[in-house]
């Protein structure tokens, strides 16, 4: 009965859960990686929970993610891009204030996305999105 006991507790500690995958990879556009912004990968019918997270400097990585989360994702990309240019402030601030202009990524990489990925069982989930202003 002890050894019995011990080897549920055993496997309390353990998990019996489904196993866990990484996601990861690059995110750019027009060959500058997105300093910040958010990915997600959703299932095509709605079938399974969404999941996602940050892009940090052009990186993002979704780690410990249920298995039951494979197949065919559609991919979202949400974020605002500096021009480079300054534009005014506005009111209320004084006249002189300038800040950075932003941008939104277009709706094909986002609401209207034509992007995807298959997540597999596997060991390596990389996916790198090489966005561009240019429609493929």
Known sequence: MLRLTLLLILLTFVGCGPP???ISGKVSYDGTPIEEGSISFESPDGSSP???GRIDKGVYQLEKISAASVGKKVVR???ILKTGKKIPAGPP???D???DETINLPPRFNE???LSA???SG???QFDFILSKQKP
């Open 20 to 22: 866990l995958i990484n």
């Open 77 to 79: 990309i949400v974020a």
């Open 118 to 120: 298959e997540i597999s």
């Open 50 to 52: 969404s999941i996602g």
């Open 97 to 99: 204030k300038l800040i």
């Open 93 to 95: 601030f004084p006249p």
């Open 123 to 125: 060991n390596l989930n």
């Open 112 to 114: 209207k996305s034509t």
